[in-house]
Nanobody, 130 residues
């Protein structure tokens, strides 16, 4: 599985960005996908995950502002980020879990720092200024 993020940038408070993650074909059908972020001096944290049925989960700090989605045709994973705040400034990473087996669950982003995810992109920087 290969992942490559794009779409990061610098915006002002209240602005929007859409992150994209190009993945290998059919990745979403067999893996849990997630977006993580890491700010300078802080631990990596989960932001949003989506399971192979397309069911999303969000951490409370981004719920209602961010939307995770996947495009099976283009094999892209997206993170639409609205109402951005300075606290959202971080390097954002796209990640995929190991191949899911029957009965496996996709972890809630509030309960993981990424240990269940074994494939990672190189990251894209998001900077929000006040």
């Amino acid at each position: 599985v290969q992942l490559m993020e794009s779409g990061g940038g610098a915006v002002q408070t209240g602005g929007s960005l859409r992150l994209s993650c190009a993945a290998s074909k059919y990745t979403y059908r067999h893996h849990c996908m997630g977006w993580f972020r890491q700010a300078p001096g802080k631990e990596r944290e989960g932001v949003a995950t989506i399971d192979h049925y397309g069911s999303p989960s969000y951490v409370d700090s981004v719920a209602g502002r961010f939307t995770i989605s996947q495009d099976d045709v283009k094999h892209n994973l997206y993170l639409q980020m609205n109402s951005l705040q300075p606290a959202d400034t971080a390097m954002y990473y796209c990640a995929a879990s190991a191949l899911l087996r029957e009965g496996d669950d996709c972890p809630h982003p509030a309960l993981t720092r990424g240990a269940e995810f074994i494939y990672w992109g190189q990251g894209t920087q998001v900077t929000v200024s006040s």
